[in-house]
């Protein structure tokens, strides 16, 4: 008897066990229909209106320091002629800086003197019949360098004036500095987030909108260049704002070799809610 009551006790676990899974099943289901229905709410089924604009800036700014780098080269067929004809023009250009110029030692570099030979110009016949020897030395090229950073910028003229009486040849480059340059930086990156910040009131009151608070900010590169105006050459300008910042060296670009001004420019992108 107990042997025949097995299969259905049997199905009968199998049945409860459907049941149980089942019964879970139809829980889950009806939370999920719950959930799924439940009503959203007007600001989070509302999309935020944003408006991103770039707010760009340019200041311009008097260098207060020059650094000036040059070469005295020295041509002579004795070598040893060359090298003393070189160092006195290096000797004697060292000697005005500091004496006239007030410069200080710690701001005079010189280079290493280079010689270099230069051989004569032979064309292939006169080679060949002997009347002419490409080895043979038409002269030696001494040459030296000096870099002088000059903290008095009204001082400039007179430097490349009297450098090229005493012998120098070239004036390999001329680079004007600010030591104030974080702050000018600093400046233009305030100015250009104050233009973008005009700038996106300005767009949003033409939409008959108003302007919300920032979302998302973004600050571009600095771009710093040097742009000389005694010729009124070509101008760079940013778009929204430009200022010019005080000068301290109180240069009126009135000399021959007039000072021009160093621009300093940035960027902020700037992500505006409106409503």
């Known amino acids: 008897m107990a042997l025949a009551a097995l299969p259905f006790l049997r199905l009968f676990h199998l049945t409860e066990d459907f049941m149980r899974k089942t019964f879970i099943l139809t829980f889950i289901l009806t939370i999920c229909f719950f959930v799924s229905t439940a009503p959203v709410k007007a600001d989070e089924a509302e999309q935020k209106r944003t408006i991103s604009v770039t ?22 067929k004795a070598l040893l002629d060359a090298q003393k004809q070189n160092d006195a023009t290096i000797s004697q250009l060292i000697a005005y800086v500091e004496k006239d110029l007030g410069v200080e030692g710690k701001n005079i570099q010189t280079d290493f003197t280079s010689v270099e030979p230069m051989y004569q110009q032979c064309n292939y016949r006169d080679e060949q019949n002997g009347s002419c020897s490409p080895l043979e030395i038409t002269y030696y090229a001494v040459r030296k360098g000096v870099q002088i950073k000059l903290d008095k910028v009204d001082s400039y003229e007179a430097l490349v004036t009297k450098a090229l009486q005493l012998g120098v040849t070239h004036i390999n480059n001329v680079e ?9 930086r600093d400046k233009a990156r305030e100015m250009a987030a104050t233009a973008s910040k005009e700038k996106a009131a300005a767009l ?8 919300g608070k920032p979302m998302t900010i973004h600050a571009n590169q600095y771009q710093t260049f040097y ?7 070509n101008v760079r300008m940013m778009q929204n704002s430009i200022a010019n ?13 007039a000072l021009g001004q160093i621009n300093i420019t940035a960027q902020v992108n700037v992500t505006f809610e409106i409503h």
């Open 176 to 184: 004007f500095v600010t030591t104030k340059l974080r702050e000018h």
């Open 55 to 76: 707010g760009e800036a340019e200041l311009r700014v008097v260098p207060d320091q020059v650094i000036i780098s040059m070469t005295a080269e020295s041509r002579n």
């Open 227 to 233: 742009q000389h105006t005694a010729r009124g050459g």
């Open 204 to 211: 949003a009151g033409a939409l008959g909108m108003e302007l």
């Open 245 to 257: 910042a005080p000068s301290e060296g109180g240069m009126d670009g009135s000399s021959a070799l």
